[in-house]
């Protein structure tokens, strides 16, 4: 490429630096008062790094993306529209291309774990309905379209942008009772993957009185969410019971992925609930099969439960090869919070088997990664907790 073009992420990059730098001139505020304020908020920033992210010389991260838009004013429409480009790594082209097959572009993406190019074609296809008033049930589509988005914003782990679409589904008149389930259902998801488990029991109760009356596929998803509900707070014996409800009905339908994602959580609580021989197997089966379906992200979550079983059973070698893997897959998947999540894991095994070089190494590598992630994150809040307790011993410093 040469020097006077840009890629489609540099110019996303510019762009967004750009939009930024006219906000904050608007207000008449240096780079240092922007930091201060944005600091304030709990989002540490320097005015170095936001004169690198006006020049489009830095990837911005979503929580940072937040706390500037909160800070100057943007409108959160604005905010949505500026992740939009600063996650555009192609150019969509709407010519020719009608709902379904926008749609299907985005659903192989996602199936794929590339949720970031699915993200793109999601909203292609929101564009497309909001331009074209002649579409034949229109709210409904655009209800599904954004129930999708909202669904790759929470695998990318940008809570806030994924709750307010589903929100806004949930608030919509008329809507249909699949929708407002799948809806719900993505607030459960949201609520105990930022450890908020109150929110989570509060939308899980209305998603269980709602399973019988859904179609078979919703039915399954439900009990999937029910299941890893139970899972986060280690009710292993629960966990399996639900879980093997759900894989029952995903393989009636066939979805290949929900079988290997629901195989993992499966093994896993069986490991954690004494069936340890069992439980590793079912985890290395979904593992295979998540390799033969190229669902990329389903193999990182795989690779994860492999390495805290090697973590328990003190294999320090199994549990590095396992947890390096799952962190090379999130980069390449650009997946940070699924990176920071592996290498945590690996953290915690040096910190149980006393590798002190190896476990301050990973964890300047977990202090750098905290500048990209959500810090609701509960391994985020683990780390800081322990390295608050101890700085000087877990070497973050």
């Known amino acids: 490429m040469s020097s006077g073009t840009q890629g489609p992420e540099s110019a996303s990059r510019k762009a967004v630096g750009e939009h930024f730098r006219r906000l904050r001139r608007s207000l008449s505020w ?20 936001l004169s690198r992210v006006e020049s489009g010389r830095t990837t911005i991260s979503a929580d940072l993306l937040m706390a500037l838009g909160e800070t100057l004013g943007a409108s959160f429409e604005e905010v949505e529209e500026i992740m939009r480009l600063a996650r555009s790594r192609v150019q969509i082209d709407l010519s020719g291309s009608d709902l379904s097959v926008l749609e299907e572009r985005g659903s192989d993406c996602a199936r794929m774990g590339d949720f970031l190019g699915a993200l793109g074609h999601y909203r292609a296809a929101r564009d497309l309905l909001l331009l074209d008033d002649g579409i034949e049930d229109r709210g409904s589509k655009l209800a599904e379209v954004m129930l999708y988005e909202s669904e790759c914003h929470r695998r990318l782990r940008q809570y806030s942008l994924s709750l307010r679409l589903a929100g806004q589904v949930l608030n919509q008149p008329g809507i249909s009772a699949e929708f407002l389930f799948r809806a719900l259902v993505l607030h459960v998801q949201a609520g105990f993957q930022t450890g908020d488990f109150y929110q989570a029991r509060l939308f899980g109760q209305q998603v269980r009185s709602k399973l019988g009356r859904m179609p078979l596929r919703w039915r399954a998803l439900g009990l999937g969410v029910l299941a890893a509900l139970e899972y986060k707070q280690e009710r292993w014996k629960k966990a399996i019971t639900i ?58 979550y795989a690779l994860l439960s492999l390495g805290r079983i090697a973590t328990e059973n003190r294999d320090r070698n199994s549990a590095r090869k396992q947890l390096d893997s799952a962190a090379a897959l999130a980069v390449d998947l650009e997946l940070p919070h699924e990176e920071f999540i592996a290498i945590y894991e690996y953290w915690t095994c040096c910190k149980l088997l006393g590798d002190r070089v190896e476990g301050a190494r990973r964890a300047r590598r977990l202090s750098r990664l905290l500048k990209r992630i959500d810090h609701r994150l509960p391994e985020a809040q683990s780390f800081l907790h322990q390295i608050a307790s101890s700085p000087r011993q877990e070497g973050a410093s």
């Open 30 to 49: 240096t780079l240092q008062d922007v930091a201060e304020r944005v600091t304030s908020l709990g989002i540490p920033v320097s005015h170095s790094t």
């Open 243 to 300: 879980f093997r409800q759900a894989l029952g009905l995903y393989e009636t339908l066939g979805f290949e992925i929900e079988v290997a994602r629901m195989g993992i959580g499966l093994g896993y609580s069986c490991y954690r609930s004494g069936a340890k021989e069992e439980g590793e197997a079912a985890v290395l089966q979904a593992l295979a099969s998540a390799r033969r379906g190229g669902y990329r992200d389903v193999e990182i």
